[in-house]
């Protein structure tokens, strides 16, 4: 098992999301529409707040989305698998709160984690990927492919921004 590194030294595997921890600000950006080679971007704003749960093997990570349609809850839940040396994630709509996304699975490796699952979106096959690059503004991208991971869309990122307390 590889571990990720940070300016600081190595970071344990179990620790790799622990620069998540706390409150943001968030910057969305979001396709309006996905592989359909659409190129018109919405954005909007939120707030996230992290915290850490399985005795410090997993996280939480609550989200207030303000989408211009209006707003909405979700969290994403994360978790680590000692054996393994993966990360499983699974998000959870505040609109729909009786499904949780299949979740992706990966690891990081130096400063970016990839993690990759396969879904259905309106019900054909596809790839999901998301990545994770830290830094001071983390940075998070989740992309589709429907030709089996030969190419990507990224339809959504979030930029995070620190905030105080």
Request: hydrophobic share 40%; aromatic share 12%; glycine share 10%.
């Amino acid at each position: 098992m590889q571990h990720s590194t940070a300016s600081a030294g190595l970071i344990a595997p179990n620790e790799d999301f622990d620069f998540m921890f706390g409150r943001w600000s968030v910057l969305h950006r979001r396709l309006k529409n996905r592989l359909v080679d659409c190129q018109e971007w919405e954005r909007f704003e939120g707030v996230s707040e992290t915290r850490p749960i399985l005795g410090g093997t997993g996280n939480l990570e609550d989200n207030h989305i303000h989408l211009p349609g209006g707003a909405y809850r979700a969290v994403a839940l994360r978790s680590f698998d000692e054996a393994s040396g993966l990360w499983s994630i699974w998000w959870l709509d505040g609109r729909a709160p009786h499904q949780l996304d299949t979740p992706v699975k990966g690891r990081f490796e130096h400063e970016t984690g990839a993690f990759l699952a396969d879904d259905f979106l309106e019900g054909r096959p596809i790839k999901v990927r998301f990545l994770w690059i830290r830094g001071a503004e983390p940075r998070w991208e989740q992309a589709f492919s429907a030709d089996g991971g030969e190419s990507w869309e990224t339809n959504w990122t979030m930029t995070f921004s620190r905030l105080a307390g």
